[in-house]
């Protein structure tokens, strides 16, 4: 009888907790200026406002995209990667053996020299197998240029029509060219069905891509991509429920901008048009600093953490919207520099451009990389001194990539 009273006030306690912390959480004071609250935003004489319920929408609408896209990426970017000329690369499997596999997914997945040494022992492989029983073992498990092609022409089909939706959604309204208007009349500002359609359809796909991460080919900005789709669920979330939604919409049309270059230049690179993708990724890394570095912090950011200040004290709403845009910038500053590090690299020598922002996998390395030294050790005992890699005797040839 004493434990299920301790359970009964616990759970009491634990309720209170939570309706107070609630009751605090939706306080008008934090999220509009003072005299203003959420009264304002209840339909009225033929008017629409946006309200936290209609956010429910976007489970089933992401829960859509995933089919849509499993359907897309199995029918539609296989047919236009055989239209393309993806090839992909054969490897050999690491022949099957226990006791490597289980210090492979257990333990490391590249063994220092020394338990290379225990590990030739134990399975009575000689060092230089079990080397290389790793590298396949490592490169079984590497994306191969299939799955990541289909990966981004689904992104690339998305981003391009929510961009052109987008744009065709506000090339009418008068807050796309002067931003101020974006405040006019604020919070009281009627939904419009084109904002409330962009607005669920955009969540809608950023849920299905924090959903399917983990299975996406992983990338080297793995982390500062669950930023990126948390901030922008949050961003997106939080400027429906207080009616930010002028400025949400320019917010996701500035970054629809610059995203679909950048997958279809990976869709080129995966298929090799190597000119094809370098002519692109110019075009991206412009789009994306004017859109991104100039566009959004000095206009957009500008309207949002300056100009709303001359008509309102400043509240939490105001610093918690413009925090969430901080983010953002942050995030397009650490992009700019890999982009800008893989434009100085790509100019002089006019190679392949690959996308360091996000498509490197940490195991990029090829079989032929890693025999390389023992390749050369063997030359250089056979045939004497080598030169760039070949023996004197032998070093008019080519190099085969």
Known sequence: MGSYLVEVCYHGN?????????????????????????????????????????????LPIALIFLIIRQIFERTVAVRLASAMGVKEKVRVRATPNPTLETYFCTTSKHPSQSVVESLSKQTGYSQQQVQRWFRRRRNQERPNQLKKFREASWRFTFYLLAFFTGLAALIDKPWLYQMKEMWTGFPTMPLLPSQYWYYMIELGFYISLLFSVASDVKRKDFKEQIVHH????????????????????????????????????????????????????????????????????????????????????????????????????????????????????????????????????????????????????????????????????????????
């Open 14 to 58: 634990l309720s209170s907790m939570l309706s107070q912390l609630s009751e605090w959480f939706w306080n008008e004071r934090l999220w509009f200026p003072e005299g203003l609250g959420w009264a304002d935003l209840q339909d009225r004489d033929g008017l629409t406002y946006s309200k936290g319920s209609d956010l429910w929408v976007t």
């Open 230 to 401: 948390v901030a922008t669920i949050l961003l997106i979330s939080f400027s429906w429920f207080v009616n930010y939604i002028r400025a949400g919409t320019l917010i996701m049309l500035v970054h629809d901008a610059a995203d679909y270059l950048l997958e279809s230049a990976k869709m080129f690179n995966y298929a090799g048009w190597r000119k094809t993708c370098n002519y692109i990724f110019i075009i991206f890394a412009v789009v994306f600093f004017i859109t991104r570095l100039v566009i959004f912090p000095f206009w957009i950011m500008y309207c949002t953490w300056v100009y709303p200040v001359t008509i309102y004290p400043p509240f939490f709403g105001y610093y918690f919207f413009n925090g969430l845009l901080f983010v953002l910038q942050c995030l397009h500053i650490f992009w700019f520099a890999l982009i800008l590090r893989m434009a100085i690299k790509f100019l002089p020598g006019n190679h392949i451009v690959e996308d360091e922002r996000s498509d490197r996998e940490e195991t990029d390395d090829s079989e032929d990389e890693d025999e390389a030294p023992q390749f050369e050790k063997r030359a250089k005992t056979k045939n004497g001194p080598l030169q760039n890699g070949h023996s004197a005797s032998n070093n008019n040839h080519r190099k085969m990539e």
